[in-house]
């Protein structure tokens, strides 16, 4: 990434930010600083990144904005709004308004979908294009659902300000969610045939790191979320081989982790379980750093993964949460005791027992259970119900080689 792109993407959310609240139209101002961002990718690599690049985006975006409203001939009656809405010159001020941006980005009346596209589109810098090709969606729905969007702000009434403090919890959990929701799909693609979505999930990391640094985090829950995000970025490297195949945890090149996010993820979720109180992020944290600190499956302390998940049951029970659990325990305990609890498990919940994860350890464990036919039809039904291609052909080829070789 070159200087002018970086600051480009470093400066694009304040800069919207300050049009947000100085002329209220949300839509009509993003609009403007896009132009004026075209206008600095052909400008500040010839030119040089200028000493301000977000007072020079919202000047240029400023007139932009100015320029519409009085060309628009629909709309002559908005001419004397637009020289009275004109400020008088004035430096742009030195708060970062890119925390207010996330939280309007998130906006109660909006849906998760609408909440993690118009976060990525106003706050992340992503095009429309980009925003298409991240989720797997068409471009036109993609514009559809950030139009809406900026409809139902606008519709709304909502000011351009930060939540009152009976909001605020609210809002900042919301936005955790919509980051989370970003990552996981950026780290393991929900289909295609890429394993991963680097660019995706960077801008998650990226994203949330503006937020621990602009959010009060009382509750922990933001560094927590950073924490966690490191911690299983970390991984990457070694999760896909030269030619993209998936690579499970217990066969990856631990050489190939990288080293200084764990160091940097491990610090954050040590100070925050020291200093707040437990909260979900921070727990899911502490269970990749216990993978992250060990140098192999086998001498993990998956005594202390097993505990973590049970408090994490307690905290935000859920699926996902309930088959980590079963991994952690047949770990302990062995395969015949995971496989009850999933057996269990599965009786309690129709999502567990349809999604393609829950066959894929019901395969690894009726594997290690010596079980190795029925680990084969397990292996080739997670192969069935699963988008992504790198697993799939993993679970396939496990699915096979069982068939052919029951004994090994």
Sequence with gaps: MTDAVRALRDAAPSALAVLVRRYGDFAACEDAVQEALIAA??????????????????QVAARRYIDQVRSD???RRRESRAAEL????????????????????????????????LTLRAVGGLTTAEIARALLVPEATVAQRISRAKARIRTSGEDFRMPRADELVARLAALRHVLY?????????????????????????RLARQLHAAAPDASGETT?????????DARRGARASETGALVPLDEQDRTRWDRAEIEEGVALVTDVLDRAPIGPYQVQAAIAAVHDEASS???????????????????????????GRVVALAMVEGAAAGLAALDRAEAESAPLADHHRTWAVRAH????????????????????????????RYLAAKAEALRIHPAG
């Design 224 to 232: 927590g979320l950073l924490a966690l995000m490191l911690l299983t």
């Design 297 to 323: 499956t086998q001498t993990t302390d998956w005594l202390e993964i097993l505990g973590l998940y049970d408090l994490l049951a307690r905290l935000a029970p859920g699926p996902m949460v309930t088959l």
């Design 365 to 392: 464990l009726l594997e290690r259970a010596g079980s190795t036919d029925a680990a084969s039809l397990a292996f080739a039904e997670a192969a069935r119900r699963t988008l992504n291609g790198p697993e799939q």
């Design 181 to 205: 929701l970003i990552f996981t799909e950026g780290h393991t693609a929900s289909s295609g045939d890429r394993l991963a979505r680097v660019d995706l999930s960077a801008e998650a990391i």
């Design 73 to 75: 001939a629909a709309r």
């Design 41 to 58: 990718s052909a400008q500040w690599p010839r030119d040089g990144v200028p000493d301000s690049p977000r007072a020079w985006l919202v």
């Design 86 to 117: 004109e400020p008088p010159p004035a430096p742009v001020p030195a708060a970062d308004d890119t925390l207010t941006l996330f939280l309007l980005c998130c906006h109660p009346a909006l849906t998760p979908l609408a909440q993690v596209a």
